[in-house]
């Protein structure tokens, strides 16, 4: 290897530098394939022929990946910050006549809003927000109070945004997203940004207060300086700067209100939501104005634009940060337009203000239960930092209440055992932690937090085993006879419970989330449907264990004797977050059944890979789940088993689905104080009745009518699937 390597050395050391020819009109190519394929031949492994100016980064960078983060990068245009100032690319003002100096002052501020959100969607911060050739020399806008004050804004926002997702670590795939590169984030006199914003806000506002004023009350404002040479133009540059401005402000103001320790600050940042709301619905009707004072010709249609006015923004240029990045193909970044951009805003306000308007319930099942909603919304990146330092601060929940006392709560545990001495068991401190990234993990993108889940499921089931020993340790073998009395028992078989049925519940949502993501082909529904309902059963057994135990024994045994059976046949009825699992596993087992029917009787979905058996995507799905042992003895040979012999007589006679809706009807007054789990019940409702009917069709004409086509779909369900049956 040495030897090889030296010769190539050599051999690219001894070759000829000849500059390229470059070609010209009267330039004759010739056809080299015969050369290309005699030099294929003669080549060994491992040897490259090139041309003199032949790059390897230009030739690897001439290759599109066709994921817009991974393809950006930088056509050069200048070499230096200087270079670009000399030659005109961000002129302080940007024209001597100021009317046209509002129009590029404008034109500027929404060009950096497209800017951040496309930095926000996880480009380079070097070319969006700082392609702004005015943020890398802020010192240059002193002279220009509105420029320079809204500068300074945009860098204090910027480092806000980068230090709430550093310290909450959600920037996992986004790792663009948080390098600096080294960037002016830190301007001197930043901190001041507010005041200095406030007082061109002011003077702007007196101005259009002048533009309003009747003229016999116009002379005490004469001393006030227009902004521009055009009266009849003064009043909607001031409203269109000054909803510009007011959202800036208020949008810093949410993300240092959000970061506020222990939630303080929610309250107040939903005001300023609400403000910026209200600014951005300024914002682009101000657009309509903008256009009609500009002679630009859009060809490109103004709805690609970057600005609202659909005018080209001066002083940016992205190739001025080449230096400062990591090596990225030789093409530009794609910015959003400008109303995409303001969308982009809208749709993350909305996510905040959802955040700001949670309850800090210290209920673990109610926590995990609205990070699991607020996630249908698909919130980005910034928002799901924001929810995450809420959830976890300083290792506690909302920083106020210890993780031990969550736990404790969860398991359904007294009050008074928050405090017990147990919190500082090695193993319950190693439950804590896990609580704590399980948090985290639900507050990342769902493709991410797939993964994560099922690599910490073999985590809670060894943390499991340690508490099990440990309980054994302390007590020995578990007994028939009451010992609530023990306290320490209390807690351990309390805790064990809580920890299965997190557990499984993890399960549950790993599988569920392959359906998001669409990991799943239909021929493989049945599998997936199989697994699912052995997880959901244990899920359900394990949750109407702990709520069983919540009922304390002891305090029955002072009740009179009359009473007793009324105890015992209120006790015997199943709770209605069972009977809701219970609904979710009568689909799952419905839909395995039907499958499988399909399969084994009219051979549908039935599509041999010629890449992977059975078993394989067997293994590939449920690797996971298999090696944490979740549920117990769930093999490949037991799914077969299960499957094999499904046929649709045996189905029709024990109809799952009409159970599920049956099970949805009962339990829907239960849920009536909870619109999300009412909606969903409605769901499983309509899944369970159309799945019904395809049962009733497909078992009575199915193999007399080959035309018959079955497909599923999921039109009312994200996770359970509705049968489609029609003739071809």
């Not at 980068?162 to 948080?178: G, I, K, M, N, Q």
Request: with cysteine; net charge neutral.
């Amino acid at each position: 290897m040495a030897d090889k390597g030296a010769e190539e050395i050599s051999m690219y050391s001894h070759a000829p530098n000849h500059s390229s020819i470059p070609a010209t009109d009267s330039t004759i190519w010739a056809d080299v394939s015969p050369l290309l394929e005699a030099a294929c031949r003669d080549l060994g492994d491992g040897e490259l022929i090139h041309g003199n100016n032949f790059n390897l980064y230009a030739a690897m960078a001439a290759l599109e990946i066709m994921d817009p983060k991974m393809d950006s990068g930088i056509v050069y245009k200048y070499y230096s910050i200087d270079e670009a100032i000399e030659n005109g690319a961000a002129p302080v003002p940007t024209s001597l006549d100021r009317t046209v100096d509002v129009q590029c002052t404008i034109d500027i501020m929404d060009h950096l809003l497209a800017c951040e959100a496309a930095w926000h969607k996880g480009h380079p911060l070097a070319q969006t927000v700082f392609s702004c050739i005015y943020l890398l020399r802020p010192d240059r806008t002193s002279s220009h109070a509105l420029l320079h004050s809204y500068c300074r804004v945009i860098r204090a926002t910027c480092k806000a945004v980068v230090s709430v997702v550093l310290d909450a670590r959600t920037h996992e795939e986004e790792d663009l997203f948080t390098m600096t590169y080294g960037l002016p984030l830190n301007g001197d006199g930043d901190e001041k940004c507010l005041s200095m914003l406030n007082a061109v806000e002011e003077t702007i506002s007196r101005q259009l207060r002048a533009c309003k004023a009747i003229p016999s009350k116009r002379r005490v404002v004469e001393d006030l300086e227009p902004l521009q040479s055009d009266p009849n133009l003064e009043e909607g540059y001031c409203k269109a700067l000054l909803c510009r401005l007011r959202f800036r402000k208020h949008f810093y103001h949410v993300l240092t209100c959000m970061k506020r320790p222990q939630g303080r600050g929610l309250e107040l940042a939903r005001k300023h939501i609400a403000s910026c709301m209200s600014e951005l619905e300024s914002i682009l009707k101000s657009a309509d104005f903008l256009r009609s004072d500009t002679s630009c010709v859009c060809e490109d249609g103004i709805e690609e634009k970057t600005t609202a006015s659909g005018r080209q923004p001066v002083g940016f240029d992205a190739s001025l940060n080449i230096r400062l990045c990591a090596p990225t193909p030789p093409r530009a970044s794609k910015i959003p337009s400008w109303k995409k951009a303001v969308d982009y805003f809208v749709k993350l306000l909305h996510d905040l203000d959802a955040i700001c308007s949670y309850s800090l319930d210290p209920h673990f099942e109610g926590l995990l239960h609205f990070v699991v909603q607020f996630q249908k919304s698909q919130p980005d990146l910034v928002a799901r930092a924001h929810l995450q330092l809420l959830l976890v601060q300083e290792g506690k929940l909302y920083g106020r209440d210890p993780i031990f006392a969550v736990i404790t709560k969860a398991a359904a545990l007294p009050e008074a055992v928050k405090n017990h001495d147990l919190q500082q068991n090695e193993s319950f401190l190693q439950l804590g932690q896990l609580v704590m990234n399980l948090l985290r993990i639900l507050c990342a993108n769902i493709a991410w937090q797939r993964r994560k889940l099922g690599k910490i499921l073999q985590d809670w089931r060894v943390i499991y085993v340690q508490l099990e020993l440990a309980f054994r340790n302390e007590f020995g073998e578990v007994s028939t006879s009451s010992n609530d009395e023990n306290i320490c028992l209390r807690i351990f078989q309390h805790v064990l419970v809580w920890v299965e049925e997190q557990t499984f519940w993890i399960a549950c949502r790993f599988l569920m989330l392959g359906f998001e993501l669409e990991l799943y082909s239909p021929s493989e529904y049945c599998m997936v449907y199989w697994y699912l309902y052995a997880a959901l059963t244990k899920l359900a057994e394990k949750t109407h264990l702990k709520m069983a135990l919540t009922h304390d024994i002891g305090k029955r045994k002072g009740k009179k004797k009359r009473d007793s059976s009324k105890d015992v046949g209120r006790e015997s009825r199943i709770p209605p977050a069972v009977l809701f699992l219970q609904c979710y596993i009568c689909l799952a087992e419905g839909l395995t059944m039907m499958l499988a029917s399909l399969r084994n009787e009219l051979q549908v979905l039935q599509r041999p890979s010629p890449f992977n058996t059975e078993h394989e995507k067997f293994v590939q799905h449920f690797e996971l789940l298999q090696k944490a042992c979740i549920p117990d003895h769930v093999t490949y040979q037991s799914f077969k088993e299960c499957t094999t012999y499904a046929r649709f007589s045996t189905l029709v006679m024990y109809n799952y689905f009409k159970d599920a809706q049956r099970i949805a009807k009962e339990i829907k007054n239960n849920f009536s104080n909870d619109p999300e789990r009412s909606a969903e019940l409605r769901s499983l409702e309509q899944v369970a009745e159309h799945n019904s009917v395809a049962l009733n069709i497909i078992s009575r004409v199915g193999a007399l009518d080959p035309s018959l086509k079955v497909s599923f779909e999921f039109s009312h369900h994200p996770y359970f699937a509705t049968a489609v049956v029609k003739r071809s």
